[in-house]
T-cell receptor, first 111, second 112 residues
Framework: TQLLEQSPQFLSIQEGENLTVYCNSS?????LQWYRQEPGEGPVLLVT?????EVKKLKRLTFQFGDARKDSSLHITAAQPGDTGLYLC???????????FGQGTELSVKP | DAGITQSPRHKVTETGTPVTLRCHQT?????MYWYRQDPGHGLRLIHY???????DKGEVSDGYSVSRSKTEDFLLTLESATSSQTSVYFC???????????FGAGTRLSVL
């Protein structure tokens, strides 16, 4: 059972386009994290959102946590080829506890 | 960089043989995790540890065992490797009081 549904699973766009990745669940999480992974490497944390309705920005990336803390989105403005990679959302239910990962979104940005 | 080293980085083995993957950390964190990553599944938790000799099963633990005799080392063993265990395996640590996990570079395992 996949508790975190991530969509889309694949996205291929041109440089300069905008995109949004969604992470949805029927469960409430204490926090939600977004990771980025490049080929041959482990995932690296981009951001953690904790409060319902929270919005965080990281340069051209905007992350939002749903009001009910069940879903999140990642929006990239004016995508660059350097944004290419696998994006993973992960939900936590308690401190120091296990994470539940979404299936991942494979993003390809073509110049 | 959380000082996590996974070894080996690549391994090819035959069905039925035992395989042990090692995760070594340099920062004495209590929480350590083993995941496998397969296309379309994201990361799935195999086993985790909250300290020396304190381990528990994750969602895909069948066919795997773990040991943690020292804080810095978390070993994942495939008792009798099967082709379905061909995957990329990641070790992660979490710092005390945080949900954020820091990952090693992974081990690519092929079972023929």
């Amino acid at each position: 059972t996949q508790l975190l549904e991530q969509s889309p699973q694949f996205l291929s766009i041109q440089e300069g386009e905008n995109l949004t990745v969604y992470c949805n669940s029927s469960s409430v999480f204490s926090s939600l994290q977004w990771y980025r992974q490049e080929p041959g490497e482990g995932p690296v944390l981009l951001v953690t959102v904790v409060t319902g309705g929270e919005v965080k920005k990281l340069k051209r990336l905007t992350f939002q946590f749903g009001d009910a803390r069940k879903d999140s989105s990642l929006h990239i403005t004016a995508a660059q080829p350097g944004d290419t990679g696998l994006y993973l959302c992960a939900g936590a239910r308690n401190q120091g506890g296990k994470l539940i990962f979404g299936q991942g979104t494979e993003l390809s940005v073509k110049p | 960089d959380a000082g996590i080293t996974q070894s080996p980085r690549h391994k090819v083995t035959e069905t039925g043989t035992p395989v042990t993957l090692r995760c070594h950390q340099t920062e004495n964190h209590r929480y350590m995790y083993w995941y496998r990553q397969d296309p379309g599944h994201g990361l799935r938790l195999i086993h985790y540890s909250y300290g020396v000799k304190d381990t528990d099963k994750g969602e895909v633990s069948d066919g795997y065992s773990v040991s943690r005799s020292k804080t810095e080392d978390f070993l994942l063993t495939l008792e009798s490797a099967t082709s379905s265990q061909t995957s990329v395996y990641f070790c992660a640590i979490a710092r005390e009081g945080q949900n954020i996990q820091y990952f090693g570079a992974g081990t690519r395992l092929s079972v023929l």
